[in-house]
């Protein structure tokens, strides 16, 4: 069983910073996957960002050049670099990870709230 313990998030204004955090329990080089995805009220929950455990990303078009995600194997995180806020990135973030037998792992959630 992995778990996943999210951090950060919060209220920021337009333009500004967030960096979210996934903790997990297990060595991250047992997720073939880790990635973040988010939901917004009424909305279907959307991939944001991955990241493979060779350490290949994929961003969707709307949060190119804007988030960076990354990992750090020694501390079993992956993080969410958020930067240049809009209003349209407000939802609530969730950390996923998938392993080797294609079983996905969520983390609690974490609500972001970008004000214009």
């Known amino acids: 069983q992995v778990q996943l313990v999210q951090s950060g998030g919060g209220l920021v204004q337009t333009g500004g910073s967030l960096r979210l955090s996934c903790a997990a329990s297990?060595?991250?080089?047992?997720?073939?996957?880790m990635g973040w995805y988010r939901q917004a009220p009424g909305k279907q929950r959307d991939l944001v960002a991955i990241?493979?455990?060779?350490?290949?990303?994929t961003y969707r078009d709307s949060v190119k050049g804007r988030f960076t995600i990354s990992r750090d194997n020694a501390e079993n995180t992956v993080y969410l670099q958020m930067n240049s806020l809009k209003p349209e990135d407000t939802a609530v973030y969730y950390c996923?990870?998938?392993?080797?037998?294609?079983?996905?792992?969520w983390g609690q959630g974490t609500q972001v709230t970008v004000s214009s």
């Open positions: 297990v060595t991250i080089f047992r997720l073939n996957v």
């Open positions: 996923k990870a998938r392993d080797s037998t294609r079983t996905d792992y």
């Open positions: 990241i493979t455990s060779s350490g290949t990303t």
